[in-house]
């Protein structure tokens, strides 16, 4: 068949042999005795693309316990979640309670952003650093405050010492 062919020399490729064909259309004049033929390309296969619905998500967390160090997860939470789907989630692999844990992305030795509960996870991005705190929230009274570590400067200048480490909550 022409038609095939000449489209094939135009459009070759593995996915044109499975899934392209070509529609013939005759048409016959009624009034005199012409005839029209046209072929058209046509594709079989549409498809959706799939979509995740979840991400994984790398965190630290830093327990309440000061005996037991910070533990790397790798967490799997909804890709539309929010900051207490992550909680949650890291919960249940860490055994402790979700509701009790604070997500942070720490940067440059600081909190960056402490995040709440309600937050998306979109607001995470694959090269932030993420610590997530478990707290004490037994009491409503309780005070979360940041602790960062400073270098003791020698000198006697007001010029700022250096961060180092990460902070806690």
């Not at 499975?18 to 005839?35: A, D, Q």
């Not at 949650?88 to 992305?105: C, E, H, M, Q, W």
């Not at 009491?139 to 990460?166: H, I, M, W």
Request: charged content about 25%; some cysteine.
């Amino acid at each position: 068949m022409e038609a095939w062919d000449n489209y094939k020399k135009r459009n070759d490729s593995v996915i044109l042999d499975i899934f392209h064909g070509l529609l013939k259309s005759t048409v016959v004049c009624p009034e005199c005795p012409k005839v029209s033929v046209t072929f058209d390309p046509t594709c079989y296969l549409s498809l959706p693309l799939p979509v995740k619905k979840e991400r994984q998500v790398e965190v630290f967390l830093v327990y309440l316990d000061p005996l037991k160090p910070p533990t790397q997860f790798k967490v799997t939470a909804p890709k539309n979640g929010s900051m207490g789907d992550l909680c949650i989630a890291l919960g249940k692999l860490a055994n402790v309670p979700g509701d009790s844990l604070v997500v942070t992305d720490v940067y440059n030795h600081r909190f960056h952003k402490i995040y709440t509960n309600d937050d998306q996870l979109s607001h995470i991005l694959d090269r932030d650093d993420i610590f997530v705190y478990e707290t004490d929230n037994t009491d409503p009274n309780n005070v979360t405050v940041p602790v960062y570590l400073r270098e003791k400067k020698n000198c006697s200048s007001y010029a700022p010492s250096n961060l180092f480490g990460q902070p806690l909550l």
